[in-house]
């Protein structure tokens, strides 16, 4: 069945499903002792990313078997086409290593560049977000696929002072803290992986920008639940944030997150570096 022949919503309820049964996996494999690498790319990586990321493929394939996924660990085993899926089975390696469970599975649908559909579990937290037309949230109980309620989120308006931003523990770089500098900053909140787009979306923050390199697997489920609740994540220029750049290896350039489409224009982004 083609993803347009079911309402967004249904697909992203479906996504979540599936976000939730990799969480599973992968809460049973972090009681375990796991060894991990480091990639070319400076990053982590565990047999767990890989464990989830080969479920959440064969449960995409069984059930829209002609779309392309394109995932963190096998990137190069497709090709992004109008219509595809983005995966990071794991986001948040470092923190799942670390056991302090801050760390997610990310699945969206990309359609036409940008995210139709999408969900985010996170396993250790019991809490999974998904966004179709709208964003939601539920609670999970042990053991369950799916949550017993799904509650609607919604970002809430910035205040005129005193913002809360989440920021990275270990990713701070001076393009990042000159955009905030230009923000009334009042919390500073260490959150990790794609939660910080949730917890946006939720009302709990304002803000989260990021210069530094990432993935577009980090940021298109987040971005649509955010999105979809209500905020808005910029690119420099203040465009959106689109995705299948195959051509510059799925990179993401420089973005803000925001709760409040009014913070976009006390923004300033660096260009994406050629």
């Known amino acids: 069945m083609q993803p347009e022949d079911r309402p967004a919503d249904a697909i992203a309820f479906k996504l979540a499903e599936i976000a939730v049964e990799a969480g599973r996996l992968l809460r049973r494999m972090e ?13 982590p990586t565990t047999e767990a990313d890989y464990a989830a990321e080969t479920l959440i493929i064969a449960r995409l394939n069984a059930i829209w078997p002609e779309i392309p996924v394109i995932a963190e660990e096998t990137a190069n085993a497709a090709e992004a086409a109008d219509t595809f899926f983005l995966v990071d089975p794991l986001d948040g390696t470092g923190d799942f290593i670390r056991g302090t469970g801050e760390y997610s599975v990310n699945i969206a649908l990309i359609r036409s560049g940008r995210p139709a559909a999408a969900a985010v579990s996170a396993p250790a937290l019991g809490k999974v977000w998904a966004a179709g037309e709208a964003a939601y949230s539920g609670a999970l109980s042990e053991g369950a696929d799916v949550p017993s309620d799904w509650e609607p989120v919604r970002v809430r308006p910035a205040p005129d002072k005193d913002l809360t931003a989440l920021v990275s523990r270990r990713h701070g770089d001076n393009a990042t803290e000159a955009c905030l500098s230009a923000l009334s900053i009042g919390t500073r909140r260490a959150a ?16 989260y920008v ?65």
């Open 31 to 43: 009681q375990a002792a796991i060894d991990h690498r480091v990639k070319d790319d400076g990053s």
């Open 210 to 274: 990021r210069c530094g390199p990432t993935m577009e697997w980090d940021t298109a489920a987040g971005d649509h639940i955010l999105v979809r609740a209500g905020g808005v994540v910029i690119g420099p220029g203040g465009s959106p944030l689109t995705y299948g750049h195959e051509d510059r290896g799925y990179r993401n350039g420089p973005f803000a997150a925001l709760g409040d489409h009014a913070l976009a224009a006390k923004l300033a982004l660096p260009a994406i570096a050629a």
């Open 192 to 207: 990790s992986s794609a939660l910080k787009f949730c917890f946006i979306a939720d009302g709990e923050a304002d803000v």
